[in-house]
């Protein structure tokens, strides 16, 4: 068991660890928190204790950030480690503290409005591309300039799918979906099907139609939300990166007599017979909301502009025959990245 010196016994007694709610100033604002102390089990005395008054401190912050609605330490580690990837000590140069100051608010202490106002701008990669190029020149060369320099580049190439994918809304609403531990991958055949049936409902106009090259695309979409909304795969299959974009072979061979005309359900089941979870219902729905109102033309133009595609053909001229093996990973990098930059930019 725990002792500490108790004042009142003038001994080393056993304590425990009492919650007393605390109301205190921190600048202009009352703040009320659970503060916790060491309470002697002899006598009952609160007893004064300079790691938990550290800790109480981190507390009562963390209270006045919240109604302040400003960055929570870990919000700052993580838009300088997770979004950015680079040190404290660079991070620092471009708000103008220094690393020790940063670090402190990394660990709690409460930062100034004015960086507080610096690092929520700095959420918007356009923003950091903005500060990084007006600071180039103070910045010395090597492993931190070069690593920021490469996530800008990726960042901003997100964004611009993000817009796209907003379309006109202010906001691209995210879906929520809670974590689960055992998720079912569905057959290729079931998310086809899906999308199939889908594209039968907009008959009406004859440019949005479900061909082979969109059917595509959006069994390409639907695997890389998945991954990035429940860190699972949807189904169980590998895109190649070919010249018209990410392609699963299997599918291209089974609609390719379609050629660029709707494939038609003429399997006679109804979505609703469809084997997949509610989840991943949401999902694809979802990812039919946002990308089938593109014609297939427009979105493969979009994955040709997006990092998995890219990065897997390299150098290869666009016009070129590949059947390189689009790695997860890489899908999983530019989606998850797109979907936490999305989150970020809506946050507070
Ligand atoms: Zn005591």
């Not at 379309?167 to 691209?172: E, Q, S």
């Not at 016009?319 to 946050?347: G, H, P, R, V």
């Amino acid at each position: 068991m725990l002792r500490k010196l108790c004042v009142n016994c003038y001994e080393h007694t056993p304590v425990e660890i009492v919650v007393i709610p605390t109301k205190e100033m921190v600048q202009d604002e009352e703040i009320v928190y659970d503060a916790k102390h060491y309470k002697c089990s002899q006598c009952g005395e609160i007893i004064p204790n300079n790691e938990l008054g550290n800790e109480n401190f981190k507390l009562m912050y963390r209270k006045y950030r919240e109604k302040k609605s400003m960055l929570q330490p870990e919000d700052i580690n993580y838009i300088r480690k997770k979004i950015y990837g680079i040190s404290i000590r660079l991070l620092a140069q471009l708000i103008g503290c220094s690393p020790a100051t940063l670090s402190r608010y990394e660990n709690g202490a409460l930062q100034s409005k004015q960086h507080d106002n610096q690092l929520k701008m700095l959420r918007d990669p356009r923003n950091m591309k903005t500060l990084f190029e007006s600071n180039m020149d103070e910045i010395p060369e090597g492993k931190d300039k070069q690593e920021l320099r490469e996530r800008l580049g990726f960042l901003l190439d997100i964004l611009k799918s993000a817009d796209i994918l907003k379309g006109f809304d202010d906001k691209l609403n995210l879906i929520e979906i809670q974590p689960v531990d055992s998720w079912n991958e569905v057959s290729v055949e079931e998310v086809e099907r899906f999308f199939i049936i889908k594209g039968q409902e907009i008959e009406e106009n004859e440019n949005l139609k479900v061909s082979p090259l969109k059917l595509q695309k959006l069994m390409y979409y639907a695997q890389g939300w998945t991954i990035a909304y429940t860190d699972h795969n949807l189904f169980n299959a590998q895109f190649e990166a070919w010249q018209h974009g990410p392609v699963i072979p299997d599918v291209y061979q089974k609609y390719k007599t379609y050629g660029y005309s709707r494939i038609t359900n003429d399997f006679n089941v109804n979505i609703e017979e469809l084997n997949l979870t509610q989840d991943q219902f949401r999902i694809v729905e979802w990812v039919w909301d946002k990308y089938s109102k593109y014609e297939a033309k427009f979105l493969e133009d979009l994955t040709h502009m997006e990092y998995p595609w890219r990065i897997t053909r390299g150098d290869l001229p666009s016009d070129a025959n590949c059947n390189w093996i689009i790695e997860n990973e890489y899908i999983k990098k530019f989606f998850t990245s797109m979907s936490n930059t999305l989150k970020l930019l809506q946050k507070v």
